[in-house]
């Protein structure tokens, strides 16, 4: 059954949006710089939703989303009521690359997408227990075929890149949070560019 792509927002919103992000929340910030906040701290926390892997072609030999599905596991430190820092990482699905034999036979090749991660993290308490949230660092992207002899899996290699998030989420209680984010994790190999939409739930200390 076909499925179409995945609509995620443009690297350049992405930015766009994590830029005045961050202008809110130093603005936020200076307000609130003397008010005690009970946020700080470690947490922990999961991710799971949809993923989208390119460039996608409709024809052979293209990097194709072959399970479009990403998991997320992290944990992080409130520095402030506004800033932190936080370490993840992330199974970003399956991908494929397709050959053509002289016969005109059809030869697929899998492989799995990962990212380890490390950014700084932005947050801007709205109200009745909503935020939006933001981070910004870097993506060390892997993707490796799924039979470590497949030489023809031509999508495989390590990247390092920027990584781009945006998100939203609501405190249940002191403890738990549910969430919601769109990360862009730049290009995790020389030809596999990555990016995820997850909800989930964070557990601060």
Not at 16 to 25: A, D, E, V
Not at 82 to 92: K, M, Q
Not at 116 to 125: D, E, M, S, V
Request: glycine share 16%; with cysteine.
């Amino acid at each position: 059954m076909y499925m179409p792509p995945l609509a995620f927002p443009h690297p350049r919103l992405l930015c766009s949006l994590t830029l005045s992000l961050g202008l809110l929340l130093s603005a936020h910030a200076a307000d609130s710089a003397s008010t005690v906040n009970d946020d700080l701290g470690p947490y922990i926390g999961i991710g799971l939703g949809p993923s989208k892997l390119g460039p996608h072609h409709d024809g052979h030999d293209g990097a194709h989303g072959d399970k479009p599905k990403a998991v997320k596991v992290y944990g992080g430190y409130r520095l402030t009521e506004t800033w932190g820092v936080e370490a993840g990482w992330a199974h970003l699905g399956g991908v494929r690359n397709d050959t053509t034999a002289s016969d005109g036979s059809t030869t697929q090749h899998h492989g799995d997408a990962n990212s380890l991660y490390l950014a700084g993290t932005g947050r801007l308490p709205l109200a009745h227990g909503f935020s939006l949230t933001g981070k910004a660092g870097v993506s060390m992207g892997r993707v490796r075929p799924k039979d470590s002899s497949d030489a023809n899996f031509t999508l495989g290699g390590n990247k390092a890149s920027v990584l781009i998030g945006v998100g939203a989420e609501y405190k249940v209680n002191h403890n738990v949070a549910l969430t919601f984010d769109l990360d862009g994790y730049g290009k995790v190999s020389d030809t596999v560019k990555a990016g995820t939409a997850t909800a989930g739930v964070r557990y601060s200390f």
